[in-house]
T-cell receptor, first 111, second 115 residues
């Protein structure tokens, strides 16, 4: 979706390295969702951010939402091969849980 | 819980044929969503239901597409007649619908190929 811009489009990192994926909207969001998808499978929910300045962590993945609620970043610390996949950000722009998604970031982790 | 169940997982059909995709949401979930994923357009919301009622079908691409939810545990997405450009992965997702959880739980998807 052009309503959400994700960057980079793809990323190859060496195992153990840190990385950041960004998601930007031109409009204020009610909520920002991060999902992970492996090829041929459905989406796995990672976390959801709703408040400006909010930050959440799960294991080695941290997501932040800026104060204006227009940009989010997903940071992976000490990447592992299990982190490989497609990361999608989704935005709720109306508060009705109707999501639009970014194009996704393909992450490959080299052992 | 088995999660969201979709069938079939793969469907290959010829242009002009009718295709029916099926979804069983998680028991107790009141909201159900149908998405389509393609390389060109990414993941798009087609339609969503709340308490079996279609709330927003603005994402349905054409009249060839129709979706129903006859009861709380079953939904179908039908394409008639199908065209090669309908080839995509179709996902169904469900959510409690009562704001107790914002997460949408996705099924494994149906990979549709129209030749």
């Amino acid at each position: 979706s052009q309503e959400l811009e994700q960057s980079p489009q793809s990323l190859i990192v060496q195992e153990g390295k840190n990385l950041t994926i960004n998601c930007t909207s031109s409009k204020t969001l009610y909520g920002l969702y991060w999902y992970k998808q492996k090829y041929g499978e459905g989406l796995i929910f990672l976390m959801m951010l709703q408040k400006g300045g909010e930050e959440k962590s799960h294991e080695k993945i941290t997501a932040k939402l800026d104060e204006k609620k227009q940009q989010s970043s997903l940071h992976i610390t000490a990447s592992q091969p299990s982190h490989a996949g497609i990361y999608l950000c989704g935005a709720d722009k109306t508060g009705a849980n109707k999501l639009v998604f970014g194009a996704g970031t393909i992450l490959r982790v080299k052992s | 819980d088995a999660g969201v169940i979709q069938s079939p997982r793969h469907e290959v059909t010829e242009m002009g044929q009718e295709v029916t995709l099926r979804c069983k949401p998680i028991s107790g979930h009141n909201s159900l969503f149908w998405y389509r994923q393609t390389m060109m357009r990414g993941l798009e919301l087609l339609i969503y239901f709340n308490n079996n009622v279609p709330i927003d079908d603005s994402g349905m691409p054409e009249d060839r597409f129709s979706a129903k939810m006859p009861n709380a545990s079953f939904s179908t997405l039908k394409i008639q007649p199908s065209e090669p450009r309908d080839s995509a992965v179709y996902f169904c997702a469900s959510n409690p619908g009562d704001r107790t959880s914002d997460e949408q739980y996705f099924g494994p998807g149906t990979r549709l190929t129209v030749t």
